[in-house]
């Protein structure tokens, strides 16, 4: 029987990981408001440096999950993780009891909302490990990886989640399914939170440019990220660092899913990605003062923007 698959924020990484599971013989719709239009028509064009070129049609084609028709056995949510939207509303219409819904999304401490909205459904986190931008509406450029981890939350992993894993794996991407996925959140949280506000910060440097630059500097907060993990009950692996930074190394300069929402205007995660984290060292009482600071200049970037809408306003 053919999976029905509800993709919710088709923009590069729903779009993309949509794509990969038509490739596998599922039925996947999409959700998406700003490329609605030209999506409606033409579908998306993936452009990948190592999986190829092709089109995924999607089965339908919806501005909200009110107007999917059917149920889903996957409802999978790829949406920024911003204050502004309330992640429960965006899927509830759509989540039927056989749903399991799958989160694909940056940040740490960020299940209980989802686990408190929908008790009785299955609840699976997501973490993509990729370089995929969105070039221009409807065209998602697949720079490098692509690696995604599933874990059903709390704890372990059900059948429909290694079910999940295994149609990506038949996709051609390379997919596990991990025990304790909160632990790998803390372990993606090592890369992001570093490179992320960096991007921002340095006025749009590639992530190897920054790298190169500032390795001690990177290194020192992916430390602090590690200490706050441990701290937390979720101990990463002792070379986490050293490997996060030889991947960066290896990756095409690649710039950062924050940068690009800098850039068009659109709000950062600066909360989840390092927000939570930091609430999470004062919680613990874990020194981080490079994490600290960081927050604090992001913070004090959002409100230059929010100060310069308002005056663009006036």
């Known amino acids: 029987m053919q999976d029905k698959v509800l993709i919710v924020g088709a923009g590069a990484i729903g779009a993309f990981y949509g794509a990969l599971l038509a490739k596998a013989g599922a039925e996947v719709a999409v959700a998406c408001r700003s490329d609605y239009q030209i999506v409606k028509r033409q579908g998306y064009q993936i452009i990948s440096a190592s999986l190829g070129d092709w089109t995924f049609l999607p089965s339908q ?6 107007d999917y028709q059917g149920q889903a056995d996957y409802l999978i949510l790829c949406t920024k993780m911003t204050a502004d939207i309330d992640r429960a509303e965006i899927i509830r219409a759509a989540v039927s009891p056989q749903t399991t819904i799958v989160f694909i999304q940056n940040g740490v401490e960020t299940e209980q909302e989802l686990l ?12 993509a490990f990729i370089c995929c931008n969105r070039l221009q509406p409807g065209q998602i450029s ?4 692509g690696k995604l981890t599933l ?14 894993a295994e149609l990506f794996n038949q996709s051609g991407i390379d997919c596990v399914a991990m025990d304790d996925i ?12 570093p490179f992320n506000p960096l991007s921002v910060l340095s006025g749009g440097l590639a992530t190897q440019d920054i790298v190169r630059s500032q390795e ?20 990463l692996a002792e070379n986490v660092v050293d490997l996060n930074i030889q991947s960066t190394y290896k990756m095409p300069p690649y710039r ?21 984290a930091v609430r999470a060292g004062e919680r613990e009482h874990i020194a981080c003062p490079n994490l600290k600071a960081l927050y604090a200049l992001m913070k004090l970037r959002e409100l230059k923007i929010a100060e310069s809408k308002r005056q663009d306003k006036r």
């Open 61 to 66: 084609v919806v501005k909200t999950t009110d």
């Open 116 to 127: 408190d909205a929908f008790p009785d459904n299955e609840i699976v986190s997501g973490l």
């Open 142 to 145: 697949h720079l490098a990886y």
């Open 151 to 164: 874990g059903q939350l709390p704890a372990g992993i059900g059948d429909k989640t290694r079910h999940l």
């Open 182 to 193: 909160i632990t790998g959140r803390w372990t993606k949280c090592v890369w992001n939170a």
């Open 216 to 235: 001690s500097f990177i290194r020192a907060i992916m430390h602090e990220v590690c200490a706050i993990a441990a701290a937390c009950g979720h101990p």
């Open 256 to 276: 950062t899913s924050m940068l690009l929402d800098f850039e068009n205007g659109q709000p950062m995660e600066t909360e989840v990605i390092l927000g939570n």
